[in-house]
Structure formats: C-alpha cells, structure tokens
C-alpha cells in the first residue's frame, strides 16, 4: 500500500513553543503524513519519541486545517522477525512495514541501476 500524501504546514504558535521548550525545540516545518493511503481523513506525523515509554511519542494530527497534538502509545503489531510497527497503537489502515513511499521506492530504484551490490532486492525480475 502507498504512503499518503497528505502534507500540512506546521506554524506552531509562539505559546505552543513555550510549553514545549524544555521538551523539544518546535520550528516551523512540513509535515508528511505517515499512514497508509486509505486511512481516512484524520492524518498523522511524529514529531518526536522520548525513549520508547508508554504514550512518549508525541503525534501531530490533522484534518483539514485543524492540528492537535497529541502524546500516542506505540503500535504493539510485531512482524515475525519482530520489527515494531512504527505508528501509533490504534492508528487506521496498515503497519508501518506494510506502507511504501513511493518517492523513496522510486529513489531506490534509481540509485540500483548503479549501484546494484548495494540494492540486491532490486536484482533480475525485480518489477518497478
């Protein structure tokens, strides 16, 4: 499944900068929505993780316009191999491992043709 491609601008405001201060620096940036393309309407992006604790991964949300913040627990889905998720528990449409960015997938496509001992997943009958 492809990555969404939903993008918001993030201006927090200067008492949102305050609050924050002594957590993580806020600045004024873009934010790429990290869920499946087929999660509805309500997006999502870390902005940042405090160690992996419980609820310390703190999310911006948004639909439309309007953006929260939010501090959201880890997915606890685990791959066989046990590779964590990546999301938050409860988020909509797939596991993290399930979702490609197409712009990056492209990138590892390019960059294969040169450099074919580094990219072997991209080796005869690989399909773009």
């Known amino acids: 499944m492809n990555k969404c491609t939903a993008v918001l601008r993030f201006d927090p405001?200067?008492?949102v900068v305050a609050l924050f201060a002594s957590?993580?620096?806020l600045e004024s940036r873009h934010l790429l929505c990290e869920l499946g393309e087929d999660h509805g309407d309500d997006h999502a992006a870390m902005l940042w993780d405090e160690g992996g604790?419980?609820?310390s991964a703190v999310w911006a949300r948004w639909?439309?316009?309007n953006l929260r913040l939010a501090s959201l627990g880890w997915c606890s889905a685990l791959t066989p191999d046990e590779e964590a998720c990546g999301l938050f528990g409860g988020h909509?449409?797939?596991h993290a491992w399930d979702v490609t960015d197409p712009t990056?997938?492209?990138l590892r496509q390019e960059l294969a043709k040169g450099l074919s001992?580094?990219?072997p997943e991209y080796g005869e009958g690989h399909e773009s």
């Open 104 to 106: 990056l997938e492209a």
């Open 13 to 15: 405001p200067d008492r």
């Open 92 to 94: 909509p449409s797939a």
């Open 23 to 25: 957590v993580h620096r």
């Open 53 to 55: 604790r419980p609820g």
């Open 63 to 65: 639909a439309g316009k």
């Open 117 to 119: 001992d580094l990219f």
